[in-house]
């Protein structure tokens, strides 16, 4: 059992395209999101377990020998369902709770209590997650929670080895430990949502860009260049990369933090100079909306006028797959020109989704302010409200993008300037944190 503070981070997801048409079968492309999750786990001998949510407003404490002695072969066997009402009520709650941000609890009394019985004994521990992600927003929370704990879990338990080097800022797992991170991540994604498609822990585990089509996922060829930080991130195992590029070799030339040169705050991150990180606006409508709901709408309206809808879908699909073919030209040499054309997939894609009646006109509000500011956005996710996005071309200058900005918080909505293609989850050194997480996590002695 490791002895030292491990502190972890995981990137949330957005769908570019392939909303409600990857449910009929066609092709979505997931990227990482450069909002992350960050965790600090630290051990020591107080008989103690400790989970402390500051998001959502949550701090529970477990004796680690009550724990200890608890029957736990219903997470071996019997369906998910009776799996999470009994750790519902190993966490104290009612078994008719209703708020889904508490199945995080449950969530990690699993991972917990599965991937720490390798050990002699329980280990006691101090556990706290904050993260820059809103959650609800289908912005792939979750994934990046359970993504962080599981590679927390293991290393701690020393089930797959601590990545970080001594001088490095940061560490990534080898693609072998990434796929175990992977596999535990989704049981956790499981138990919070019951069905998942694997897709958002997948992205929140590799980073970079992915394809989803009829339960398979794969990465984007030469995604490399399609990140936040400029790093290149090993994806599934059909990409193989040097980790000395993902995590910045010294006998690499100069490297500067993307925080240094006015973008993301996490400064661990490093970017190759030469590079440019693809830049999105991410907003949220604070429209709520039932994701459940709207894919039922859109299979109606395909019953009712299956002539009219099939097109739009196949349509749909055909979106995807230009966007991945000039993400591969834009991998080998990216030109302002493919932003038109990202611009243009945008507007059509939004259109069709408007088509399928999963608008709303929170979304309609956001696609005509930024069109005011010769921007384009459309939706991302299940729509009816949630969050939309607006690709921010290189050649934009920066008061246009602030004078978005200030527009698009004067209408109520919430507001990032984030990139799109960031690394997967890594491990950090303290001192490569913004003292805004620090301070969120607490202390990182």
């Not at 508490?102 to 990690?108: I, N, Q, S």
């Not at 059509?348 to 384009?376: E, I, K, R």
């Not at 507001?415 to 944190?433: D, K, N, Q, R, Y």
Request: with cysteine; glycine share 8%; net charge negative.
């Amino acid at each position: 059992m490791l002895s030292q503070v491990l502190l972890v981070s995981a990137p949330g997801k957005v769908i570019l395209h392939g909303e409600h048409s990857v449910v009929h079968g066609k092709v979505a492309l997931a990227v990482a999101l450069n909002l992350r999750t960050f965790l600090r786990l630290q051990p020591h001998n107080s008989g103690k377990v400790s989970l402390r949510l500051p998001n959502i407003g949550i701090q529970q404490t477990w004796d680690v020998a009550r724990l200890q002695l608890l029957d736990t072969s219903f997470l071996e066997q019997g369906d998910l369902t009776e799996q999470v009402e009994k750790l519902k009520e190993v966490a104290g709650f009612s078994k008719d709770s209703t708020n889904h941000d508490c199945l995080a609890v449950p969530a990690f009394l699993y991972l917990y209590l599965t991937i720490c019985r390798s050990q002699r004994t329980l280990p006691s521990l101090d556990i706290a997650v904050w993260s820059e992600l809103p959650t609800g927003a289908g912005l792939g929370s979750s994934a990046a929670y359970s993504v962080c704990l599981a590679a927390a879990l293991l290393t701690a338990c020393e089930e797959i080895p601590n990545p970080l080097k001594d001088g490095e800022a940061t560490g990534r797992w080898t693609e072998e430990n990434l796929e175990l991170i992977n596999k535990w991540a989704f049981q956790g994604e499981r138990v919070i949502h019951g069905n998942p498609s694997g897709v958002d822990n997948a992205v929140s585990t590799w980073g970079g860009a992915l394809r989803y089509q009829q339960g398979k996922i794969a990465p984007l060829k030469r995604t490399h260049t399609f990140l936040c930080s400029g790093c290149t991130v090993p994806g599934p195992q059909a990409i193989k990369m040097d980790l000395d590029i993902v995590l910045g070799s010294r006998n690499r030339p100069a490297q500067a933090t993307e925080r240094q040169r006015g973008g993301c705050h996490h400064e661990g991150v490093p970017v190759e100079q030469g590079q440019s990180p693809r830049k999105i606006l991410l907003v949220n409508t604070k429209v709520p909306r039932s994701t459940k709901a709207l894919v039922a709408s859109v299979r109606n309206r395909m019953l009712k006028f299956p002539e009219i809808i099939a097109p739009l879908l196949a349509s749909m699909d055909a979106i995807s797959l230009e966007c991945e073919r000039v993400l591969g030209e834009m991998a080998a040499a990216p030109a302002l020109e493919h932003y038109l054309v990202l611009e243009e997939l945008i507007d059509m894609n939004q259109h069709h989704l408007n088509a399928l009646g999963v608008g709303h006109a929170s979304l309609d509000q956001l696609c005509q302010v930024t069109t005011a500011h010769g921007l384009h956005s459309k939706l991302t996710g299940a729509g009816g409200g949630g969050c939309g996005i607006t690709l921010l071309r290189p050649d934009l200058e920066r008061p246009e993008v602030e004078d978005t900005k200030q527009a698009l918080t004067s209408c109520g909505f919430d507001c990032w300037e984030t990139s799109i293609g960031a690394p997967g989850v890594f491990v950090h050194m303290a001192a490569s944190l913004d003292a805004s997480v620090q301070q969120a996590l607490g202390d990182l002695r």
